[in-house]
C-alpha cells in the first residue's frame, strides 16, 4: 500500500495537495492508497490542556478523505503504547506490520514516535533500512502562508471565516443537532 500519514484535521489543500500525490503514486505504481490517521488528536493524551479544537470531525475528515480517491482510511486510537513507542518501533510493529507498506507519504513537518523524536530525516532513514520509499512533500503555500490547520484554526479565532475559504478549499462549516431554547431568538 501506498499510505499517507498525518492528523489531516480540516483536509485542508494542504492535505488535498498530499492524497493527490499518494493516489498518484499508488497508480504509477499499481497498489492501493491509504491514510493512516488518528480518532482523536495525539495531544489529547499527551498534553491535555493543549490539545487544540478540531476543524473537522472524524466522520467528516473520514469523508473527504475518500472523496479524495483513496482506497482506505485507518482512523486508529491514538494509545499510550503508541505514544511510547520509538521511531523505530512505530515502523516496524506498526506501520510494517499493519499496513505493509511499499511507499510512506508525508508533509514536511512530520513528526513520529516518542515525543515526536522521529522526523522526515529518520523515516528515510528507517525507510531504507526495511526496504519502503518515502516522499516527503514540501510545504504547501498559499499567498505567502503555509497552509496547516494550526493557521486556519487561528483564522477561525479571529473572525476571518471569509479567508479561511483560500486555504480549506470550501467554505468553513458546522454541524450539529439544533436544540429548543427559551424562544427568543426571533426577538432579535
Not at 28 to 50: A, D, Q, S, W
Not at 86 to 106: A, C, M, S, W
Amino acid at each position: 500500500i501506498v499510505l499517507a500519514l498525518g492528523f489531516f484535521d480540516g483536509v485542508h489543500l494542504g492535505h488535498r495537495a498530499l492524497l493527490a500525490e499518494t493516489r498518484k503514486i499508488g497508480q504509477r505504481l499499481n497498489c492501493k492508497t491509504g491514510v493512516m490517521t488518528f480518532k482523536e488528536h495525539p495531544l489529547e493524551l499527551i498534553f491535555p490542556n493543549y490539545t487544540p479544537w478540531l476543524i473537522t470531525s472524524n466522520a467528516q475528515k473520514e469523508a473527504m478523505i475518500r472523496e479524495c480517491g483513496v482506497d482506505f482510511v485507518f482512523l486508529n486510537p491514538f494509545t499510550e503504547k503508541l505514544m511510547k513507542s520509538t521511531p523505530e518501533k512505530f515502523i516496524t510493529d506498526y506501520l510494517l506490520k499493519r499496513y505493509n507498506v511499499k511507499v510512506v507519504v508525508v508533509g514536511f513537518n512530520y513528526n513520529f514516535g516518542y515525543k515526536g523524536t522521529g522526523t522526515t530525516s529518520t523515516l528515510k532513514e528507517l525507510g531504507q533500512k526495511y526496504g519502503f520509499e518515502v516522499e516527503i512533500l514540501p510545504p504547501f503555500i498559499i499567498n505567502t502562508h503555509s497552509v496547516s490547520s494550526t493557521f486556519i484554526r487561528e483564522l477561525i479565532s479571529c473572525g476571518q471565516v471569509d479567508e479561511v475559504k483560500t486555504f480549506l478549499g470550501r467554505d468553513y462549516a458546522l454541524s450539529g443537532v439544533f436544540v429548543q431554547g427559551k424562544g427568543l431568538g426571533h426577538q432579535f
